[in-house]
C-alpha cells in the first residue's frame, strides 16, 4: 500500500514560527507522497471564538500554506467545515467510542475540560479521528502531545475493522525528522503557541520585519554572558540557538554575546519568512478559495466513499448522498485501498 499522510491546521490563531518548522516545512517536503492539508475550522469550534475572526484566519492560513510551498496539483488542500463526511463520520464514529476513552484524553484535561466546557472540547479527538480515517491515511505525522489522539484514532479502526468487516485503513504515527523546539521569546519555557497571552514572544509568519526584529531583539536570555546551548541552565539563550539552526540549516556557531546572537537570530527569521510573506501578498484571494473548493471537491470522492462502507457496514441505508451506480456508492463494501 502506498503512503498517504494528512495534516491538519487549526484557525485558532495567526500561524507562527513554531508552527512553520514543525508542521508547514514539512508538510511542503513531503509532497512527494500523496498528502492531505485542510484547515480544521471545526475543531475549532471547540472553545470560544468569534465567527468573523475565524473565517479570516481560515483564508489566511490556507493562503500562509500555499505562500509557503504547498501545491494544489500534489497535495489536497480543503477547509474541512467545506466536508460533511468530517461531521458524518465523527458521529458514526462515536457510536463506536466509549465515554471513557475518551474522558482521558489529556489534553480535554489540561485545557480545563470540566462542567464549563463545550462538549465539543471533549468529543474532538473523535473528529480528529474521523479526520484521518476518511482519506485512508496509512501515516499521521504527530509530535508527542498528539500521539494519545493516534492511538484512539487506530483503536476505534481497529475495532470497526473487526466487529464490522474491512471499513478502515489503520493509521500510524509518525514523528518527523527532529525539528527545533520553538520557545515562546518572553517565556522560553513554555513553546510558542498561537494563542499565547502575550503576543511579544510570538513571531507570526506575517509579522512584517521590523516587528520580527524587535520581538528577537527583546526575547528573554538568560544570566551571565556564555553563549552557550543549554537548555536547562539556559532557555532563553537555547531557544534563540534553536531557532537560529532551524532558519539556517546550518550547525550552531560561536557567538561573543547575547546582542550578536540575537541579530543574527533575527537576520535569519526575517530572510526566511521574506519569500513567504512576499508570495502570500502575492494571491489574490479569490484563487485561494478556488483552490480549497477544488480541494474538498477532490476530498469528496474518498472520503464520500469511506462513510458509505461504515454506513453499509452498522447497517445504514447509503441514504441521498450519491446516484446508484456512481463510484462512491460502487465502493460501499470495498476493502481500504
Given at each position: 500500500?502506498?503512503?498517504?499522510?494528512?495534516?491538519?491546521?487549526?484557525?485558532?490563531?495567526?500561524?507562527?514560527?513554531?508552527?512553520?518548522?514543525?508542521?508547514?516545512?514539512?508538510?511542503?517536503?513531503?509532497?512527494?507522497?500523496?498528502?492531505?492539508?485542510?484547515?480544521?475550522?471545526?475543531?475549532?469550534?471547540?472553545?470560544?471564538?468569534?465567527?468573523?475572526?475565524?473565517?479570516?484566519?481560515?483564508?489566511?492560513?490556507?493562503?500562509?500554506?500555499?505562500?509557503?510551498?504547498?501545491?494544489?496539483?500534489?497535495?489536497?488542500?480543503?477547509?474541512?467545515?467545506?466536508?460533511?463526511?468530517?461531521?458524518?463520520?465523527?458521529?458514526?464514529?462515536?457510536?463506536?467510542?466509549?465515554?471513557?476513552?475518551?474522558?482521558?484524553?489529556?489534553?480535554?484535561?489540561?485545557?480545563?475540560?470540566?462542567?464549563?466546557?463545550?462538549?465539543?472540547?471533549?468529543?474532538?479527538?473523535?473528529?480528529?479521528?474521523?479526520?484521518?480515517?476518511?482519506?485512508?491515511?496509512?501515516?499521521?505525522?504527530?509530535?508527542?502531545?498528539?500521539?494519545?489522539?493516534?492511538?484512539?484514532?487506530?483503536?476505534?479502526?481497529?475495532?470497526?475493522?473487526?466487529?464490522?468487516?474491512?471499513?478502515?485503513?489503520?493509521?500510524?504515527?509518525?514523528?518527523?525528522?527532529?525539528a527545533a523546539r520553538v520557545a515562546d521569546l518572553a517565556t522560553p519555557t513554555a513553546k510558542m503557541g498561537k494563542t499565547s497571552a502575550s503576543a511579544a514572544g510570538v513571531l507570526f509568519l506575517l509579522d512584517p520585519p521590523d516587528v520580527l526584529r524587535r520581538k528577537i531583539m527583546r526575547a528573554v536570555t538568560d544570566g551571565g554572558t556564555e553563549v552557550v546551548h543549554d537548555p536547562e541552565g539556559k532557555p532563553g539563550v537555547s531557544n534563540l540557538l534553536d531557532i537560529l539552526e532551524a532558519c539556517t540549516g546550518e550547525p550552531r556557531r560561536d557567538f561573543r554575546n547575547y546582542g550578536e546572537l540575537k541579530a543574527a537570530v533575527a537576520?535569519?527569521?526575517?530572510?526566511?519568512?521574506?519569500?513567504?510573506?512576499?508570495?502570500?501578498?502575492?494571491?489574490?484571494?479569490?484563487?485561494?478559495?478556488?483552490?480549497?473548493?477544488?480541494?474538498?471537491?477532490?476530498?469528496?470522492?474518498?472520503?464520500?466513499?469511506?462513510?458509505?462502507?461504515?454506513?453499509?457496514?452498522?447497517?445504514?441505508?447509503?441514504?441521498?448522498?450519491?446516484?446508484?451506480?456512481?463510484?462512491?456508492?460502487?465502493?460501499?463494501?470495498?476493502?481500504?485501498?
Amino acid at each position: 500500500m502506498s503512503k498517504r499522510r494528512i495534516s491538519g491546521f487549526k484557525p485558532t490563531g495567526r500561524l507562527q514560527l513554531g508552527n512553520y518548522v514543525g508542521a508547514v516545512r514539512p508538510t511542503v517536503a513531503g509532497q512527494d507522497e500523496p498528502t492531505v492539508a485542510f484547515i480544521a475550522d471545526l475543531h475549532a469550534l471547540t472553545v470560544h471564538h468569534d465567527p468573523a475572526e475565524l473565517r479570516e484566519r481560515s483564508a489566511e492560513a490556507a493562503g500562509l500554506l500555499l505562500a509557503a510551498g504547498i501545491d494544489p496539483a500534489r497535495t489536497i488542500l480543503y477547509r474541512q467545515s467545506d466536508l460533511p463526511a468530517h461531521a458524518e463520520l465523527h458521529y458514526l464514529l462515536e457510536c463506536v467510542a466509549g465515554y471513557g476513552e475518551v474522558h482521558r484524553m489529556i489534553q480535554f484535561k489540561e485545557k480545563g475540560g470540566g462542567s464549563g466546557s463545550r462538549l465539543s472540547l471533549l468529543t474532538y479527538p473523535v473528529l480528529m479521528a474521523a479526520d484521518i480515517l476518511l482519506h485512508d491515511i496509512t501515516e499521521v505525522p504527530v509530535g508527542r502531545d498528539q500521539r494519545q489522539h493516534v492511538e484512539l484514532t487506530r483503536d476505534l479502526a481497529i475495532r470497526c475493522n473487526e466487529r464490522y468487516g474491512p471499513v478502515f485503513t489503520v493509521p500510524e504515527a509518525v514523528h518527523p525528522a527532529v525539528a527545533a523546539r520553538v520557545a515562546d521569546l518572553a517565556t522560553p519555557t513554555a513553546k510558542m503557541g498561537k494563542t499565547s497571552a502575550s503576543a511579544a514572544g510570538v513571531l507570526f509568519l506575517l509579522d512584517p520585519p521590523d516587528v520580527l526584529r524587535r520581538k528577537i531583539m527583546r526575547a528573554v536570555t538568560d544570566g551571565g554572558t556564555e553563549v552557550v546551548h543549554d537548555p536547562e541552565g539556559k532557555p532563553g539563550v537555547s531557544n534563540l540557538l534553536d531557532i537560529l539552526e532551524a532558519c539556517t540549516g546550518e550547525p550552531r556557531r560561536d557567538f561573543r554575546n547575547y546582542g550578536e546572537l540575537k541579530a543574527a537570530v533575527a537576520d535569519a527569521v526575517i530572510a526566511t519568512l521574506e519569500p513567504v510573506q512576499r508570495r502570500y501578498h502575492e494571491l489574490d484571494p479569490h484563487d485561494v478559495e478556488d483552490v480549497l473548493r477544488d480541494g474538498a471537491e477532490r476530498a469528496g470522492e474518498r472520503a464520500d466513499a469511506t462513510v458509505l462502507r461504515l454506513r453499509a457496514a452498522l447497517g445504514l441505508t447509503a441514504g441521498r448522498r450519491a446516484p446508484a451506480g456512481s463510484p462512491a456508492t460502487r465502493a460501499t463494501a470495498a476493502a481500504p485501498r
